[in-house]
């Protein structure tokens, strides 16, 4: 491994320019830049097949052929660096007929199926040829080879993934799909098998190409070669509209493109946008549209009639709620009303449900948080602080080191993932991630360091001590009473506790303080932490020694999760919002309750008790994707009143007392604030689906039946959001090392696995069981178990397994489930991993409200 | 003289008329040619017609054949084997300039691709025949036939069961018999 200091002499030179004349253009460009980006940069059309904007050139196609001055030879422009002088020609009469020679001898082999062809109407063969190659002269004629599998059939589509089907037929051998999956993705499940013109792309021998940005791969594609079974002759793409939208799951925001006709959305695609997803997306945020369309969806407004679930319109449904809403306000008081809204709908939403329960109902209960527990009671805790630092996610591409802690950051964060990806292939950049589990990344990172489980904090403390002890901490701060600050407060204890050795925390402490641009994220399993606080403080104070907090350098943030976690926050979506932002909303709403509010868990615990009565759940599913189901569950059936607004029929709706249809993401204009706090806005793509409503409609109703307004018109509530998310300033804070004292957890008993409820590969919390190309990926709740462990207790993919927990204090206690395994070629080690995205299986029932770490028996069950 | 000539004008437009010519006075042979004459001269025309052979064609009952190019109602054709032609492409509604065509495209059990729904709005039809002209594989055909009145508006939606050929293609021979006994009449 080379050192630091040479490689950044190798990173950085200045930026040279080479100027060199296209089409009789002078133009001037970066040295390094090849004739096609010249010729990009001018807007000069050049054909081009196997090239990609973020992909390497290999001039496999030879399409984007240009006649340069002095060269003898059509020279591909792709692949030729631009030099200083150059004169290129792109449309010369040698050029074209070099392109109709290309386009030639690709249709030699090329079936003349675009009649049958998905790709028809945006295929880069269709038109190349359309502008090049037609003529009817070919040089050669012989029959076109058919690469089948099967003689008999007359058919060459092969399905070679959940969602992909391949033609080899009509693939021309661009290798575009091979690239991107190993350079962007770093993942190698298809591939160009044989050689010559026999080659094959195909998935890996025994496998199916099922990664999470298999969907990148279809679309990539020139040709119809690789077509996606969603998309599959649903409709001709000339036939279909496109509308902007936003991925509505991850806090990444990443851009897609929705493709509508008259009726309905047909199929989401990516739209290049370069601060956030470089023109990848996960297979989550393609195939997440259709809880659009899915049949699953609730379509009119449900009260609970003697036990009975009946449709009924919105006015009665209405005329419920205000009815109990007042009785309980009347009797009880306001604050027994208590409002949770999920960080997945759209700010306008967010920002009305506050007004609705703070401005009109005059209680401070809200909250958007319900998939956590333990949550901070004050405004200025550490974890908040850390939360809300600024993080640019392009700004992960060009970091030097890039630090993971506590995130399976593939499930949690598809694109930053990528973009760690690129700037270890572009940039040759550290990545260290440490994790209690085994994740995706451990395949490109410098150092994979898997601590023990619940000892997130004590790895982070052995990293500022090891700061502090080789003297790399930032000099300004005063690290002189460290010793009584951390507990265990010498590296040797950490690296023992933890589990890391010295010399690797050493090690990546180095890197880190030798780094010019840090990127450190902090992930899910830091956030879903009940000592949250603890480690966000341990993190804090590595950051702090780094100067990343100061300002002097670099980024550091724990990353939010949801798609608009970054907006609730912003928007005061929780009781102890800061001091500034409650002016803001004192300002915008005409009464603002006194009372300090009740959080997640102090509803719950209020519910329980006597404190709330009546709850308003709006999008969220905590009985599915909170923890301890038990205890959820109880809490919500003891309320007087509950009222759930969602997509589809889910836990928490099986309690509710009235039911509302909400309208997805594709069916409304909003917006989202990603992690970043950029606010990107989406576009309705179909009508709404039944008596469906989306977030702010609904709650002007409900406002409205208790006699209040929420808005005039949809413009005042966007300005309102707008003041909001323009006032909101993150936290500032003295800075001065933080106290961390680690609690070592119960030692669990004998013969006991760990085990994490979370996200499937690909599943992204509740909703997403409604998409059935997700399903072909992940059918149903399945345990992740590691290859080891599996061979240990003789357990395979797909086998049934009973999970038991056993160890449980409250009322988790005996629970169990049965399980399909799922055999992860990446997880190591003991620890389990469930998912909580199906509502048949709820998983949560084994997490705990007040313990760190699950533990779970598990059994195969044998088949009869 | 018949001069066209200019009667009123707006800003948009102009319209013309012939002027009248008047009519001349026809003097006594004229009036003798015109009623003396003319009228056994029309006799003769007519009763000399009704020992010719017809020229009209009584339509109900006969049909005149249509030109080779007529483009009358579609039809779907298939393969030998029976197997549609029609593979949903959607060219054909590409190309039309009526809007006629509807189609929603499926996938059979061997993963082939044809079409689901395929129906042709016969009102709004032009027959121009570019459906024809644009398929790729030679699926639709605009035939000779052009007796589809119906009394509804639905009648006109021709869907595929109504469009494709029959299979296996019936043998016409009721039809050629009839043709041939028709010729001794
Ligand atoms: S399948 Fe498509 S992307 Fe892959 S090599 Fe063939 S043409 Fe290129
Ligand atoms: S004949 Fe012309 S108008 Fe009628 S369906 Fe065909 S293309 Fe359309
Ligand atoms: S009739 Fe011809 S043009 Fe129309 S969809 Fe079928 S195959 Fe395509
Ligand atoms: S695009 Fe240049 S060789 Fe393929």
């Known amino acids: 491994m080379s050192d630091t200091a040479t490689k950044d002499q190798k990173t950085t030179p200045a930026v040279e320019m080479v100027s060199l004349t296209i089409d009789g253009r002078p133009i001037s460009v970066k040295k390094g830049a090849t004739v096609l980006d010249a010729c990009r940069q001018e807007n000069i059309p050049v054909p081009t097949f196997c090239w990609h904007p973020k992909l390497r050139s290999v001039g496999a196609c030879r399409m984007c052929y240009v006649e340069i001055e002095k060269f003898p030879k059509l020279m591909v422009s792709c692949a030729t660096e631009a030099m200083n002088d150059m004169v290129v020609l792109t449309d010369s009469e040698k050029c074209r007929e070099g392109r109709k020679a290309i386009i030639e001898f690709i249709l030699l082999d090329h079936p003349l199926d675009c009649p049958t062809c998905d790709k028809g109407g945006e295929c880069d063969l269709q038109d190349n040829a359309f502008e090049y190659g037609l003529s009817d002269d070919t040089r050669f004629a012989f029959r076109k080879a058919r690469k089948i599998r099967d003689k008999n059939s007359t058919f060459d589509d092969l399905q070679i993934g959940p969602e992909m089907v391949r033609n080899q037929n009509r693939c021309i051998l661009c290798y575009k799909c091979v690239r991107a999956n190993e350079e962007a993705f770093g993942e190698y499940d298809i591939g160009a098998y044989q050689r010559g013109h026999n080659t094959e792309i195909d998935a890996a021998p025994g496998g199916q190409v099922a990664s999470l940005y298999s969907g990148n791969l279809v679309e990539i594609c020139p040709v119809g070669a690789l077509t996606s079974s969603d998309w599959r002759y649903k409709i001709r793409v000339w036939n279909t509209q496109t509308v902007p939208s936003i991925d509505p799951y991850h806090a990444d925001g990443a851009n897609l493109t929705l493709w509508k006709d008259a009726t309905k959305v047909h199929r989401a695609t990516s739209r290049m946008n370069d601060d956030t997803d470089d023109g990848w997306i996960s297979d989550i945020a393609r195939y997440g549209y259709q809880i659009a369309t899915s049949e699953r969806r609730i379509k009119a407004p449900l009260v609970n009639k003697n036990g009975a679930m009946v449709e009924v319109s919105w006015e009665e449904a209405l005329g419920v709620i205000s009815r109990r809403f007042k009785e309980v306000k009347e009797s009880q008081g306001a604050p027994c009303l208590a409002g949770v809204v999920s960080p997945n709908l759209d700010l306008k939403t967010l920002h009305a449900f506050n007004k609705l329960f703070r401005g009109a109902l005059g209680s401070n209960n809200v909250d958007y948080r319900s998939d956590y527990s333990n949550l901070p009671t004050d405004a200025d805790s550490t974890y908040g602080f850390m939360a809300s630092r600024s993080f640019s996610i392009d700004a992960v591409a060009s970091s030097d080191v890039i630090f993971v802690v506590g995130s399976n950051l593939i499930r949690e964060h598809p694109n930053v993932h990528l973009k760690t990806r690129r700037a270890i292939f572009e940039k040759l950049s550290w990545l260290y991630t440490a994790n209690p589990i085994v994740t995706k990344s451990a395949d490109c990172s410098t150092d994979e360091m898997i601590y023990n489980l619940g000892t997130d904090e004590v790895f982070l403390n052995g990293v500022t001590l090891s700061l502090i002890q080789q003297g790399l901490a930032d000099k300004e701060v005063d690290t002189g009473k460290i010793e009584t600050l951390l507990i265990p407060n010498t590296l040797e204890k950490c690296a023992e506790t933890c589990g890391v050795s010295v010399e690797r925390i050493n090690e990546c402490a180095k890197r880190l303080a030798n780094s010019k641009s840090p990127t450190l994220i902090a992930g899910e399993l830091v956030s879903n932490s009940i000592a949250r606080e603890n480690i966000a403080k341990s993190f804090y104070n590595v950051a702090l020694l780094l100067g990343i907090v100061q300002g002097k350098r670099g980024q550091a943030a724990v990353l939010a999760k949801a798609a608009n976690s970054k907006g609730a926050e912003a928007l005061g979506l929780f009781p102890e919002i800061s001091a500034t932002q409650t002016a803001t909303l004192k300002n915008q709403f005409q009464s603002f309750p006194e009372l300090a509010g009740a959080n997640w868990d102090a509803m719950l615990s209020g519910a329980q008790g006597e404190d709330i009565k009546a709850m308003l759940i709006f999008g969220a599913n905590p009985v599915q994707t909170g923890a301890d189901y038990n205890h959820i569950k109880k809490s919500l059936e003891s309320l007087d009143f509950l009222v759930v607004a969602d997509l589809k029929e889910t836990p928490t709706t099986a309690l509710a007392d009235v039911v509302l249809p909400l309208s997805s993401f594709a069916e409304y204009d909003g917006s989202f604030t990603n992690l970043e706090g950029r606010t990107q806005d989406f576009c309705a793509g179909m009508k709404r689906i039944g008596a469906s409503l989306p977030g702010y409609e609904a709650l002007n109703r409900i406002a409205q039946s208790l006699g209040f307004s929420l808005y005039a018109d949809l413009s005042s509530l966007q300005d309102e959001v707008s003041e909001l998310l323009d006032s909101y300033n993150a936290p500032e804070r003295k800075h001065f090392l933080m106290e961390s004292h680690f609690q070592a957890p119960p030692a669990p008993q004998e013969n006991s696995l760990p085990l994490f409820a979370g996200d499937a590969l690909h599943h992204f919390g509740h909703w997403t069981e409604m998409c059935h190309s997700l399903l072909e990926f992940n059918p149903e709740a399945a345990l992740e178990i590691s290859a080891d462990l599996a061979s240990r207790l003789d357990i395979q993919t797909g086998d049934s397994v009973r999970v038991l927990c056993d160890r449980g204090d409250k009322g988790n206690k005996g629970e169990k489930l049965i399980l399909k395994a799922l055999v992860s070629d990446i997880l190591e080690g003991d620890t389990l991993l469930a998912s909580h995205n199906f509502a048949a299986k709820p998983v949560n029932c084994f997490t705990s409200r007040d313990s760190r770490v699950s533990y779970v028996r598990i059994e195969k069950i044998e088949k009869q | ?185």
């Open chain 2, 1 to 185: 003289m018949n001069k066209l000539k200019t009667i009123s004008r707006t800003d948009d437009y102009v319209v013309l008329s012939r002027e009248s010519r008047p009519v001349p006075d026809p003097g006594v042979w004229g009036m003798l040619r015109t009623t003396v004459v003319a009228i056994p001269i029309g006799f003769i025309t007519v009763f000399k017609h009704l020992f010719r052979k017809s020229v009209t064609i009584e339509y109900p009952f006969k049909k005149r054949p249509m030109f080779p190019r007529y483009r009358g109602l579609h039809y779907l054709e298939r393969y030998e084997d029976g197997t549609e032609r029609c593979v949903c492409c959607g060219l054909c509604a590409a190309a039309c300039p009526a809007d006629a065509i509807y189609m929603e495209p499926m996938e059979n059990e061997n993963g082939e691709r044809l079409a689901k729904v395929y129906e042709i709005n016969m009102i709004r039809c032009i027959f121009c025949g570019f459906c024809e002209e644009a398929c790729p594989e030679e699926a639709i055909f605009l035939g000779q036939e052009y007796e589809f009145a119906t009394d509804s508006r639905d009648g006109f939606i021709y869907n595929k069961e109504k469009l494709l050929v029959t299979h296996p293609r019936p043998e016409n021979t009721l039809k050629k018999m009839w043709r041939k006994v028709r010729r001794f009449f």
